[in-house]
């Protein structure tokens, strides 16, 4: 993938990764909060439907990584996104 190597990463050997089926089909969400210490960050996302939210997944992150995230991957594939289907307009919460 040449995002990984325009990050530095090379590649050395392929890693096989399993997943459980239910894991494949995702997770809806349409809230999400972000709480740190020094030494993580923690991602979680909800599927609020009023007067309720569940949590539907926490991620457990290092903080050099999220930033790397954060700064490279999140904003290379927004980027590409944006390139393909056109801007994403934010809607102002009224």
Known sequence: MEDFESLGFTKKKAI??????????????????????QEEFVLDFFLVIPPQGTI???VIL??????????DVFMINLKKYEEKFGEIIEKKND
């Not at 494949?24 to 210490?37: A, C, F, P, R, V």
């Open 62 to 71: 290092h903080p050099a990584h999220f930033k790397r995230m954060v700064q």
């Open 56 to 58: 539907v997944s926490r």
């Open 16 to 37: 096989q990764v399993n997943a459980r089926d239910e894991d494949l089909k995702g997770n809806y969400s349409n809230l999400m909060q972000i709480t740190h210490t």
